[in-house]
Antibody
């Protein structure tokens, strides 16, 4: 059974870089079947798609965040990561890692989410 | 980016009610739409993919329909565990975009 687990600091200072990792178990991230995805949700608000990394290392980012986002994959460690630079209070959110199935685009597995607060 | 508009933003219903939530895309997306359920403090859960395909393990009281720009999620007989927020998500193109959510509350 696939499991995804986010990890990283829960508090980041304004202007710094938010860094999160998603550990994956039960399935190889070195698979052509999935896009490894980050999604976020500000407190009390809706969901925002951040981007994905494919097993080849190719990426696709939300244009609204593209200049600040980097998503990478480490197949040897079965994990993928998110970096968001120059954060502000508007980046305070629960960050979810998730798996999108390449063939029908369903997001069928999610991590539990991690709250990241941007504050000095 | 494709804009997804859900309605209503919230609704009040009773156990046993039939509930319908709609989602409209700003341009045609074929059948490339999913529905997700989210409970407080939890990650979203996939209910429906490709507009009308029921995810394994999801009760049959949930159903989806539509294509092009207009889509519907129906719960035929609302159960206590169905009070939650529901989101549509277009997966026709990148960036993926969600509807703003529909909160189903107890009447």
């Amino acid at each position: 059974q696939v499991q995804l687990q986010e990890s990283g600091p829960g508090l980041v200072k304004p202007s710094e870089t938010l860094s999160l990792t998603c550990g994956v178990s039960g399935v190889s991230v070195d698979s052509a079947n999935y896009y490894w995805t980050w999604i976020r949700q500000p407190p009390g608000k809706g969901l925002e798609w951040i981007g994905y990394v494919y097993y080849t290392g190719s990426t696709n980012y939300n244009p609204s965040l593209k200049s600040r986002v980097t998503i990478s994959i480490d197949t040897s460690k079965t994990q993928f990561s998110l970096k968001l630079s120059s954060v502000t209070a508007a980046d305070t959110a629960v960050y979810y890692c998730a798996r999108e199935y390449y063939y029908d685009s369903s997001i069928d597995s999610w991590g539990q989410g991690i709250l990241v607060t941007v504050s000095s | 980016a494709i804009q997804m508009t859900q309605s209503p933003s919230s609704l009040s219903a009773s156990v046993g009610d039939r509930v319908t939530i709609t989602c409209r895309a700003s341009q045609g997306i074929g059948k490339n739409l999913g529905w997700y359920q989210q409970k407080p403090g939890k990650a979203p859960k996939l209910l429906i993919y490709e507009a009308s395909s029921l995810q394994s393990g999801v009760p049959s009281r949930f159903s989806g329909s539509g294509s092009g720009t207009d889509f519907t999620l129906t719960i035929t007989s609302l159960q206590p565990e169905d009070f939650a927020t529901y989101y549509c998500l277009q997966d026709y193109t990148f960036p993926r975009t969600f509807g703003q959510g529909t909160k189903v509350e107890v009447k």
